[in-house]
T-cell receptor, first 114, second 113 residues
């Protein structure tokens, strides 16, 4: 069965620090999709990135970067030079295909202090 | 392009009642999924609809049901409400299914007294 683990329940950093949020997944499929979402205090889930299992290239988008490693079943998310507005709960998620369950990790609450 | 909308945003019901929540997807999106978010269980998949057919259902009792209309709008219904049904219910839409990017609505906060 598919499973997503985010071992860090809460992280606190001071503004401008770099922070990495860990995500480890389990799946028996060779084709799958990984996602990261951000949930700010307003409650709405905001899409950050989608990655399929055949694309192991790391990705950078501004201050955000993602490290996908199939060998360790990890899809970690790094925020560089964190800002107070980055404070939110971040979810990693896994989909094995159309018609399959979509599984979220438990989330990591990130607090960026000024 | 308008985002996913959900109505109502807040709802208070008592045990035993039933409730219907509504979701309007992004124009052109044919897949709508529903999720329940609680502090104890986190985000859990309820069901997905595509072209008016339920394509998949999560591990929830039969009191939770849904449907999708020809315009892709979706409703979910919870009958015989229990205190444990208090949660944030999120709807997400995507082009064809949950391997595509899902865009979430603001949610409906249901409180069962």
């Amino acid at each position: 069965a598919q499973k997503v683990t985010q071992a860090q329940t809460e992280i606190s950093v001071v503004e401008k620090e770099d922070v990495t949020l860990d995500c480890v997944y389990e799946t028996r499929d060779t084709t799958y999709y990984l996602f990261w979402y951000k949930q700010p205090p307003s409650g709405e889930l905001v899409f950050l990135i989608r990655r399929n299992s055949f694309d192991e290239q790391n990705e950078i988008s501004g201050r955000y970067s993602w490290n996908f490693q199939k060998s360790t079943s990890s899809f970690n998310f790094t925020i560089t030079a964190s800002q107070v507005v980055d404070s939110a709960v971040y979810f990693c998620a896994l989909s094995e295909g159309y018609g399959q369950n979509f599984v979220f990790g438990p989330g990591t609450r990130l607090s960026v202090l000024p | 392009k308008a985002g996913v909308t959900q109505t109502p945003r807040y709802l208070i019901k008592t045990r035993g009642q039933q409730v219907t929540l509504s979701c309007s997807p992004i124009s052109g999106h044919r897949s709508v999924s529903w999720y329940q978010q609680t502090p104890g269980q986190g985000l859990q998949f309820l069901f997905e609809y595509f072209s008016e057919t339920q394509r998949n259902k999560g591990n929830f009792p039969g009191r939770f049901s849904g449907r999708q209309f020809s315009n892709s709008r979706s409703e979910m219904n919870v009958s015989t409400l229990e205190l444990g049904d208090s949660a944030l219910y999120l709807c997400a839409s995507s082009l064809s299914g949950n391997t595509d990017t899902q865009y979430f609505g603001p949610g409906t906060r249901l409180t069962v007294l």
